[in-house]
DNA sequence: GTCTATATTATGATAGAC
DNA sequence: GTCTATCATAATATAGAC
């Protein structure tokens, strides 16, 4: 609650995402008054409706642009099923950890959108997840994973590289590299590759 | 909100737990109303408040009591690690799935509890994830197992059992003990004893 | 133990001035 | 684009009657 006046429509857009979304993941998208969001980037309520029609919007604006971004930042590399199958470990977990905000988001505020809203962000995971599935098929295909069932492989893998989003900590024991190790012989003994 | 009087004490507290639970796990603490709860129970909002001093207390109560029926249930078996590990397996998969909305409530209304409350629920939890760290820690020993870090092959396997609950749906495709041999495989797998 | 009524505070959203 | 002021509604929690 700064200002009193003035024109910062450049700045104003992109730091009323960042806190709502650093505020949602922390307290919750219910929890949250748009008063708090306007307090904390330095405007008064009023003004967080020239950039949102309601809240609603604000919480799918962010996890679609953070799908969006995800899979725009996703790609697969050619070749060996079991490199793939790294790359996408590893880039699971990093970008996990950079987005950790909107990534908690993700998985505990769907229920606070409409079904319409809902049915756009689900489309999307379901693209993502596909993405991993292809390459566990592959591998299947070719003779080097063994696995059950790629479809629960797949959900059980994004479930256990996300967890890291629950324990990880800045300047904790491990380091990211050392992370994405582990759990690279986690996931490769997980689809039978040892 | 049927009722307009009488007294039903041995009947409305635990109501008031399985509507709460549900509710909350629904559509987030902050979001479930008093009213709301007193509505589904069939009492009006202010008898709510001679069972939980507040809404607080109320959500803590659920976790708790969650997390101390847990750590009643477990039941270690005598014996090979990896006998040990695969019970930990299914133990872990059909308990999440019976308790499946206080499962999600204890993963994203940690943050609504006072930090008092939160700390005696992370000790609970600590409990019973070293109950996991137990089994891996003698099975690594035994020879059993070949794991890197047994800390975070714990976090690992429980973020990939309790992701279960992420999309388990009652008559779906393959039912719970299947589901558990596929993720008996998985887990086997990741801890590299195949 | 439950109801009705209410105190108090906060909410999402809008209107109109600058 | 932002502010101030405000509407209409809803929230948690309490008091006192039955």
Redesign the pocket.
């Known amino acids: 609650?700064?200002?009193?006046?003035?024109?910062?429509?450049d700045?104003?857009?992109p730091l009323i995402r960042t806190h709502a979304r650093r505020l949602f993941a922390r307290q919750g998208y219910?929890a949250?008054?748009?008063?708090?969001i306007?307090s904390a980037v330095?405007?008064?309520?009023?003004?967080?409706?020239?950039?949102?029609?309601?809240?609603?919007a604000?919480l799918f604006d962010l996890l679609e642009s953070h799908m969006q971004e995800l899979l725009g930042a996703w790609t697969d590399v050619p070749g060996d099923p079991l490199a793939r199958l790294e790359h996408f470990v590893r880039f699971h977990i990093d970008t996990s950890l950079d987005h950790a905000d909107t990534v908690f988001l993700s998985y505990m505020e769907l229920r606070n959108l409409t079904p319409k809203n809902y049915a756009r962000i689900a489309a999307l995971r379901g693209e993502y997840e596909a993405a991993l599935e292809a390459i566990l098929r592959d591998g299947m295909a070719a003779g080097l994973m063994r696995i059950d069932d790629a479809r629960l492989a797949t959900m059980a893998l994004i479930a256990m590289l996300t967890g890291v989003t629950n324990w990880y900590r800045e300047g904790g024991r491990l380091d990211r590299r050392r992370i994405g190790d582990i759990y690279w012989g986690l996931a490769r003994g997980a689809v039978g590759a040892d």
Not at 1 to 9: E, I
Not at 42 to 56: E, H, I
């Open positions: 609650m700064a200002r009193t006046q003035g024109s910062r429509a700045v104003t857009g219910a949250v008054s748009m008063r708090q306007a330095g405007v008064q309520a009023g003004a967080l409706y020239a950039y949102t029609p309601d809240k609603q604000l």
